[in-house]
């Protein structure tokens, strides 16, 4: 039997605070709204009971944001693409942010199993005082209980609409892309952190949010495999090549924490839900 779920989350501002609203059709929903740092920023914990989904399963995420609300969701656990038997497993993330709408888009990692076919989409569309941050981590099979990911397909889909595309279709059997030195390089989880502006930032902006992501980047562990770009005015990109996911998620996590203060003035609070 397949899941088809579907989820809508509206954020506004109501009384100087965010406030989530939220739908639901199937296995898909949102936990309680927390405020670990006051009633700026809605805290929001994506759930997807089921764990995992098989081919023919599908979830769909429309995120919308209004005024000057604030909403930061993140995930309990991976998000796990199982074996399939034909069909493709497909989760849709869709966001739109207006007016001075900020939103932090930080689930824990997607798992590419053996044999999956997958597909993760990302669409995110901002206003020209919105801003975004989010980011991506997939792990190809689970290398550490001696399950590679020798069979199947993760296709990957991010874009801002008009700005920037991001879309890559990994095949185990392409060994050219999956262990060749312009490829993954033999890794297994790639990661990346993106912040969008609505409009252009300024040249100082971009450059101390650079410079900012560099120095956690030389002091790192995976500094030979990680670098920071700008690819135009209101895109900035991280990207890191791991063996695993934990040492690739520590990195993003110690370069949100930066950004988050750099670009918005904000302490790096992090999701309760992480440490527990």
């Given at each position: 039997?397949?899941?088809?779920?579907?989820l809508?989350i509206a954020y506004?501002?109501?009384?100087?605070?965010?406030?989530?609203r939220?739908?639901h059709?199937g296995?898909l929903?949102?936990?309680?709204?927390?405020?670990?740092?006051?009633?700026?920023v809605c805290h929001?914990v994506?759930?997807h009971?089921?764990?995992?989904l098989?081919?023919?399963?599908?979830?769909d995420?429309?995120i919308t944001?209004?005024g000057?609300?604030?909403?930061?969701?993140t995930?309990p656990?991976a998000?796990?693409?199982y074996?399939?038997?034909?069909?493709?497993?497909?989760?849709?993330?869709?966001?739109?942010?207006?007016?001075?709408a900020?939103?932090?888009?930080?689930?824990?990692e997607?798992?590419?199993?053996n044999?999956?076919?997958a597909?993760?989409?990302l669409?995110?569309?901002?206003?020209?005082?919105a801003?975004?941050?989010?980011?991506?981590?997939?792990?190809f099979g689970?290398p550490?209980?001696?399950l590679?990911?020798d069979?199947?397909?993760?296709?990957?889909?991010i874009?801002v609409?008009?700005?920037w595309?991001?879309?890559g279709?990994?095949?185990?059997h392409?060994?050219?892309l999956?262990?060749?030195?312009?490829?993954?390089?033999?890794?297994?989880?790639?990661?990346?952190?993106?912040f969008?502006?609505?409009?252009?930032m300024?040249?100082n902006?971009?450059?101390?949010?650079?410079?900012?992501a560099?120095?956690?980047?030389?002091t790192?562990?995976?500094?030979?495999?990680a670098?920071?770009t700008?690819?135009?005015?209101q895109?900035?990109?991280l990207?890191?090549l791991?063996?695993?996911?934990?040492?690739?998620?520590d990195?993003?996590r110690?370069?949100?924490?930066?950004?988050r203060?750099?670009f918005?003035?904000?302490p790096a609070?992090?999701?309760?839900i992480?440490s527990?």
């Amino acid at each position: 039997m397949s899941w088809h779920a579907q989820l809508d989350i509206a954020y506004r501002l109501e009384q100087q605070r965010s406030v989530a609203r939220h739908k639901h059709n199937g296995p898909l929903r949102v936990l309680q709204s927390l405020y670990p740092e006051g009633d700026a920023v809605c805290h929001n914990v994506l759930v997807h009971p089921p764990g995992g989904l098989v081919g023919g399963d599908t979830l769909d995420i429309a995120i919308t944001a209004c005024g000057a609300a604030h909403g930061l969701i993140t995930t309990p656990g991976a998000t796990r693409f199982y074996r399939s038997l034909g069909e493709p497993a497909v989760q849709r993330t869709r966001i739109q942010l207006t007016d001075q709408a900020r939103l932090e888009w930080l689930p824990l990692e997607a798992i590419a199993y053996n044999a999956c076919l997958a597909e993760n989409h990302l669409s995110i569309s901002l206003g020209p005082e919105a801003e975004f941050m989010g980011w991506d981590l997939t792990a190809f099979g689970l290398p550490s209980a001696k399950l590679p990911f020798d069979t199947g397909q993760f296709l990957q889909h991010i874009e801002v609409p008009g700005v920037w595309l991001e879309r890559g279709l990994m095949q185990a059997h392409d060994l050219r892309l999956m262990n060749g030195p312009l490829g993954l390089a033999g890794q297994r989880c790639m990661a990346s952190l993106f912040f969008v502006s609505g409009s252009k930032m300024t040249r100082n902006r971009r450059e101390a949010g650079l410079e900012l992501a560099r120095q956690v980047i030389a002091t790192h562990a995976l500094g030979a495999t990680a670098g920071a770009t700008c690819p135009n005015e209101q895109v900035m990109v991280l990207r890191v090549l791991a063996p695993l996911v934990e040492p690739a998620a520590d990195l993003l996590r110690q370069v949100w924490q930066v950004w988050r203060q750099h670009f918005w003035q904000l302490p790096a609070t992090v999701p309760r839900i992480w440490s527990t």
